[in-house]
């Protein structure tokens, strides 16, 4: 490990971190040696305690077992942030199988493309989505679908989160509660998991080409439970306020696997509203969170979300995409939380670079851009060139991870993980430099780069900019055609409610504090911005 980072960790993070368990399921079975009466899911008025999830995820796995779910098979889980979620990755864990978690938001062909390539057996999804399970599922290898509802469990039927729900029980279809109380009781017989046993096939974002299923086995799991718990500060006495996607690589680990080693409970809202999510840490004394920067613009912007409602967060992170210093220090103004930075991808099975708990990332002075963080326990950090060599401290190039967090690689595509991880080294294609002090930051995308009439120009420092302007909301940078220059640079921008701001205005803006070939020649105006749901903004559909 390079000198410099050792002394930007905390004085309580080890440079080393002992992986403490062969598995994530032995992880979760301590936990219920443990502490079995301890509250492990939050989900409105209903409490799950670690006992409860262990009871409920062994009979759905004593079902699945029926369902001829063994060893090495795949279960999708086609499911928003409800306590289903949770019970089925124990239950498919306790089999010695693999959790493929769906995004919730594909659609028919997206849908298919994940359950044929993972070779999945069984789905498991809410009622609202059985229609896009049938359809997706066509042809396929999917013997048996199990379906669920987001009003079980919770009786409060908040009709600001509800108000589209209804049940929508398909006949021939089993249901998901109804099988675990008929089977209540029963235990499957038990599996031996290595750490090398796959826990989670999620298939990344498909910004670079279509979806791969990222292999993260048991180890990269316990590894990066244990570095959250660690890094973070995540205690015994905290609450997990689960804001990303259950299905996201985020909420896999920085809810989930978190929540399961610690063990702490898990506050799920079915879906992300910033009056209701911001309740509901008040009511259940949530301490840490980590989520999308868009999260925290949301509670900056809301007038009814008022500081008391976000008092009890103690340890606040965002991931998935980076922080700008304007957003960061509006909402520090209204809230008094500094947001840390925490990166990592699917592949590095979550966090990889983060901000230790006890500091304030620096601020690059000639970008704006703020540190995500230094390298976690175990894992190397190098940023290298376009012939592969390793860059001096402040010259920009690739981001290259290795560590126990490295995914094993992508499902059935050898050439592809030849190419993204040589010899375990994780290729991620952002774009960073590392400063003098080893404190490192995210310039951008390497597809993302606009070339202006042979300027580079990345938009991350374009958006940073225009974030300075009290006006602007939210904004991402594109570029776009241009017959003169080749590319030009273009704004997307969403104003804040209530206030008025003209494209010359913002443009006149950025030209005050940006080399003349970087601030946006064409501004657009529009409510929203496309967004994945972990909340980081679709540069790609803006194209």
């Known amino acids: ?73 795949r279960v999708a889980l086609f499911m928003q942030n409800v306590p289903q979620f949770v019970v089925s990755v124990v239950a498919t864990w306790k089999l010695g199988a693999t959790v493929v978690p769906a995004n919730s938001m594909y659609r028919e062909r997206e849908l298919a493309a994940v359950l044929s390539d993972s070779a999945s057996s069984v789905v498991i999804c809410l009622e609202s989505g059985y229609p896009v399970v049938e359809k997706a599922i066509a042809g396929l290898g999917v013997r048996h679908v199990i379906t ?52 989670f096939l999620p298939y990344t974002s498909g910004t670079t080409g279509p979806p791969k299923g ?32 259950l299905f996201h690589i985020t909420g896999l680990i920085g809810h989930i696997s978190v929540s399961l080693i610690v063990p702490a409970p898990l506050v799920l809202t079915y879906r992300f509203d910033p009056l209701v999510s911001a309740e509901a840490i008040a009511e259940h004394g949530a301490t840490f969170i980590i989520g999308a920067i868009t999260v925290f613009i949301a509670w900056t912007n809301n007038p009814e979300v008022r500081p008391e409602l976000l008092a009890s967060l103690r340890s ?43 500091r304030e990332a620096p601020v690059d002075p000639d970008s704006g851009a703020v540190a995500i963080g230094v390298p976690v326990s175990d894992t190397a950090a190098r940023i290298v060139g376009d012939d592969g060599a390793e860059l001096a401290p402040m010259q920009a190039g690739e981001i290259v991870l290795a560590g126990p967090q490295i995914a094993q690689g992508y499902w059935n595509k050898p050439e592809e993980t030849a190419g993204a991880m040589p010899g375990g080294q994780f290729h991620t294609g952002d774009v960073g430099f590392m400063d003098d002090a080893g404190w490192f930051y995210i310039v951008d995308r390497k597809k993302d780069q606009i070339n202006a009439s042979g300027f580079k120009v990345w938009p991350r420092e374009v958006e940073d900019v225009l974030y300075e302007h009290p006006a602007v909301r939210e904004a991402a940078v594109v570029g776009a055609d241009d017959g003169y220059r080749g590319e030009t640079v273009k704004a997307f921008v969403a104003v804040k409610p209530g206030v008025q701001v003209s494209a010359d205005e913002l443009r006149s803006f950025c030209k005050q504090r940006m080399a003349a070939y970087k601030y946006p020649r064409i501004i657009e105006f529009l409510d929203e911005l496309p967004k994945t749901v972990s909340g980081k903004i679709l540069r790609r559909e803006l194209r």
């Not at 509802?149 to 729900?165: G, M, V």
């Not at 220090?329 to 901000?355: D, M």
């Open 1 to 73: 490990m390079t000198s410099p980072w050792l002394d930007l960790y905390d004085d309580d993070v080890a440079q080393h971190s002992e992986i403490e368990h062969e598995s994530a399921l032995d992880m979760f079975l301590a936990a219920v040696q443990r502490a079995p009466q301890r509250p492990i899911v939050k989900y409105f008025d209903a409490t799950l305690t670690v006992q409860e999830l262990d009871v409920q995820s062994s009979a759905l796995a004593a079902v699945l077992a029926d369902l001829g779910v063994g060893r090495g098979d």
């Open 214 to 245: 990222s292999i993260n086995t048991h180890r990269n799991v316990v590894f990066t439970a244990q570095i959250y718990r660690d890094w973070v500060h995540v205690g015994e006495e905290d609450v997990v306020f689960g804001v990303a996607p």
């Open 148 to 199: 669920t509802s987001e009003l079980d469990y919770q009786t409060r039927n908040d009709p600001r989160i509800f108000s589209a729900s209804t049940r929508l029980r398909v006949d021939g279809v089993p249901d998901l509660l109804e099988m675990i109380n008929a089977n209540h009781g029963r235990t499957p017989e038990p599996v031996q998991l290595s750490g090398d046993d796959i826990a």
């Open 316 to 358: 606040v992170y965002s991931g998935g995409a980076p922080i700008p210093a304007a957003a960061l220090e509006s909402y520090r103004a209204k809230f008094g939380h500094y947001i840390h930075n925490g990166y990592g991808l699917t592949e590095s099975t979550s966090p990889a670079i983060v901000v230790p708990f006890s």
